[in-house]
């Protein structure tokens, strides 16, 4: 999963490939998504603040994760713009790179989303889980012919496990504790070595829950709590800060865990 595909500047378009927005409201949405950010955090105007924005961005429908993500594919939609193009790049020749130097041989990703990532990755034997039904069968039809490659529904996943787990892009979209919680705990338990984290890493995030299925997290600290077996070893920069363009940039860096 990357960033939402619509997401600019704080505005959420519901469809990437939606006609010519005029000037005049693009710009006064953009000023809207500016002054939410402050005013949300006023105990009074904050909730009314961020309700309205939401309504008018059309974030209101918005239930739960996982039905976020099954309806987004669904209706097409893909895993957005960090698994694609200059991002989906730079994701794969770190991770090749660390594969081949630590000559892992299985890898297990949580949160595989549309697999267009995948075909950048070089990798022995992969799994790949997701909460989608619909993309896991759409990444089985898509891999089908390469037997290294597995997907599995997370309602079917059965404590599987590979030499190196990892989380791409996904943390930010937990946005329920519970859900959160799980997650991390499956990531985890199921890298018997190693574990890749591609994430932001703060709890006070400037655009925290601007759109309803993103909710930043300082997750460093739910590994220092829960998972003491397990010490970061490298954190990497993103070479493309989020500059407002979410096509070209992000606000994931890359965390490295391996295993005491």
Not at 47 to 74: C, H
Not at 209 to 227: C, I, L, P, S, Y
Not at 239 to 256: Q, T
């Amino acid at each position: 999963m990357g960033h939402h595909s619509g997401l600019q500047n704080g505005i959420v378009f519901r469809d990437k490939n939606l006609p010519y927005l005029s000037s005049w409201i693009y710009n006064n949405l953009t000023v809207m998504s500016a002054l939410t950010r402050m005013i949300k955090k006023i105990p009074v105007l904050g909730p009314l603040a961020k309700a309205v924005y939401n309504k008018m961005i059309g974030t209101q429908s918005f239930t739960n994760s996982s039905d976020y993500w099954e309806n987004r594919y669904k209706a097409g939609g893909d895993s957005g713009a960090g698994s694609y193009n200059i991002l989906a790049e730079y994701k794969a020749k770190i991770i090749n790179q660390f594969v081949s130097q630590n000559n892992i041989q299985s890898v297990i990703e949580f949160g595989c989303g549309d697999g267009n990532q995948l075909g950048y990755f070089q990798f022995p034997a992969y799994i790949g889980v997701d909460v989608s039904s619909t993309i896991v069968q759409k990444c089985r039809d898509k891999y089908r012919a390469d037997s290294r490659k597995q997907f599995i529904v997370l309602s079917q996943y059965r404590q599987e496990n590979a030499e190196m787990s990892m989380s791409l892009d996904v943390i930010y979209h937990l946005v329920e504790d519970a859900i959160y919680w799980d997650y991390m705990q499956k990531l985890f338990t199921a890298g018997k070595q190693y574990v890749i984290v591609y994430s932001s890493n703060e709890d006070d995030h400037e655009n925290n829950q601007d759109v309803a299925h993103v909710k930043h997290r300082k997750f460093t600290t739910w590994v220092e709590k829960n998972a003491p077996q397990f010490e970061l070893i490298q954190h990497i920069p993103n070479p493309y800060p989020y500059n407002g363009n979410n096509e070209v940039s992000s606000y994931a860096d890359f965390y490295f865990f391996r295993k005491k």
